[in-house]
């Protein structure tokens, strides 16, 4: 069953990897963790960022939506749960890079393009989500009407990116660091079927292979 797999994959952790990594582990609760990168990935299984980067305990604030989405900022004294996490990444752990990495074959902005959401039947909280996306939608509809649906879908979680990037900018603290040099933005694309992650240049707007 999935669930011992991952009980036994746990006890194998602890006998390999974490007896190797035991001091890394120790500093990281005497010293606290600092990373430098906060990921914003989507919560599908096979976009896992850590994975993808190989990276070490202790060197990426992670943080996961559906879709990989940033909301623009709204402080109204509700629940926001991936901006409380924006804030305690730049205004407290004073993180130098912020990564929105998008996947290819995201369900989430599959169903943003059809305007399909199981018919509302089952739909509580998704839709209102996704709708952060509407303005990626609009345009990429206009800007590849007629073409084939996988580009389409393709270009979608493309714009996405770009707008979740747009939406960072509206959060003061975030604008005001990047513009002073402290923080940077970068809009990643991670292809599933040949493992290679594609970074978005903002003055072409145009994605190429990371390495």
Known sequence: MPLKKLISGHK??????FQQDKKLY?????KGQSPEVMIISCCD????PVLITEADPGSIFSLRNVANLVPPSHPDGT????????EFAVRHLKVKDIV????????????????DFDNQEHVDF?????SIANE??????KKFEGEPEEKILKELEMESIRNSLKNLRTFRWIKSAEEEGKLGLHGWHFDIESGRLYALNEKSGEFSPLV
């Open 126 to 130: 998704i839709e209102p989500w996704m």
């Open 100 to 115: 929105v990495m998008g996947h290819a074959h995201c369900g989430g902005i599959k169903a943003l393009y059809h305007g």
């Open 26 to 30: 120790e500093d990281l609760v005497e």
């Open 136 to 141: 990626a939608r609009y345009t990429t509809l």
């Open 12 to 17: 194998n952790f602890l006998k390999g990897r």
């Open 79 to 86: 629940r926001h749960g991936s901006s409380a996490a924006l």
């Open 45 to 48: 299984s096979r976009a896992d």
